[in-house]
């Protein structure tokens, strides 16, 4: 069974840093493509972040981009995104998801597996 469990959400100050994991079992992690989506209240969900399997290129949303760092770390099935400088839209709860896929990775359709997610809040 595969399990995809998010941690480190919170509350946060604009300006601030927080730092997500995302630990993975019951897959071959270093198979997938690992990704960051989010959801704000009332909102579509939409892409944060990924990161290829065994070249670890990343590739953000415009809007992150500069600010936000994603990891992994094939050898602990793990994978993080680092916030800094974050801001009050950045508020949503965060989901980690796993894609098989090699195209269409902004798309949350391209993804096999997602976790339960974790809160994000950030106060201005």
Aim: proline share 2%; hydrophobic share 35%; aromatic share 12%.
């Amino acid at each position: 069974q595969v399990q995809l469990v998010e941690s480190g959400g919170g509350l946060v100050q604009a300006g601030g840093s927080l730092r997500l994991s995302c630990a993975a079992s019951g897959l071959t992690f270093s198979s997938y493509v690992m990704g960051w989506f989010r959801q704000a209240p009332g909102k579509e969900r939409e892409f944060v972040a990924a990161i290829s399997r065994s070249t670890q290129i990343p590739i953000y949303a415009e809007s992150v981009k500069g600010r936000f760092t994603i990891s992994r770390y094939n050898a602990k099935n793990t994978v993080n995104l680092q916030m800094n400088s974050v801001k009050p839209e950045d508020t949503a709860v965060y989901y980690c998801a796993a894609s098989q896929r090699f195209f269409g990775l902004g798309s949350s359709s391209s993804y096999d597996y997602w976790g339960q997610g974790t809160q994000v809040t950030v106060s201005s």
